[in-house]
């Protein structure tokens, strides 16, 4: 049996976001997930200079997972800071919340609403989105306006705008799926169904952290990763300031 060992980062330097608990739903005897937050960055990523101060030690840390035996990583938000540059440092596959999500909503819905946290993040996820080529499938952006780390403390008022945002956007702005776009609100997608379901509308609600484990899972079973002639080793040189390993 081929256990599939699953590494996630969160790309942040605060500790509680993320637990082992949080997998727990998950986990199989041939799935297991291992975590790490960084040790320089951000306390959240609500910004562009976020994900930028977030990217140097998310390489660092894909490139410690592949070392002590993890099989694929998650990049543990939706802003999926350092993808690319993650897959260049390593072999093994390296999975975008955000990608993985909008991809399988096309896929599901033909259109999909991204909803989040801040109205701030509104220019970045569509700067994201065009990128993976899904402008045609983007149906509209919704926000919450509860910061990352108020996210616990404001759990009922949260649940409350997130099914009020997920009507509108089937309602009004005609999305066929739900992107919770937002990794600090796994867990909400069961209630806002629920809730959608009591208006009468019926879409996929994707919750990314779950659905980037079983991708992560099913490329290492499928024995796939990314190319490594789109993605190619970056080569070794100089670079100052940074403590990155040298490159295969």
Known sequence: MKVSKIHIITPII?????????????LRPDLEVSYSLLDIGPATIESEVDEAL???????????A?????????????GDPGLNAC???????VIGPC????????????TFSFITVLERLRPMIRHIISGYGLEKNYASFE???????????????LMSGLIDKSIKAVTEDHAGAI???????????????????????NVPVIDPIPLAIH???????????HSKTIYPFPGKKKRVGFNIPEFN
Do not use: N, W
Request: hydrophobic content about 45%; aromatic content about 2%; charged content about 25%.
């Open 99 to 110: 990608q993985t999500a909008t991809h399988i909503a096309s896929m599901l819905g033909g």
């Open 215 to 225: 991708i992560a899972d099913t490329l290492v079973k499928t024995g796939l990763t």
């Open 66 to 78: 592949e070392k002590a035996g993890a099989d694929a990583i998650i990049i543990d938000c939706m």
């Open 179 to 201: 992107v919770l776009g937002c990794t600090g609100f796994l867990g909400c997608a069961e209630a806002i169904t629920k809730g959608l379901l009591a208006k009468g509308i």
């Open 54 to 64: 977030a990217i140097p030690d998310t390489i660092i840390k894909a490139m410690e």
């Open 87 to 93: 897959r260049e440092a390593v072999s093994i596959p």
């Open 143 to 157: 926000s919450v306006d509860v910061p990352v780390l108020d996210i616990e403390e404001c759990m009922e008022a």
């Open 14 to 26: 605060t500790r509680g976001i993320r637990t082992e608990d949080d997998s727990k739903p998950y």
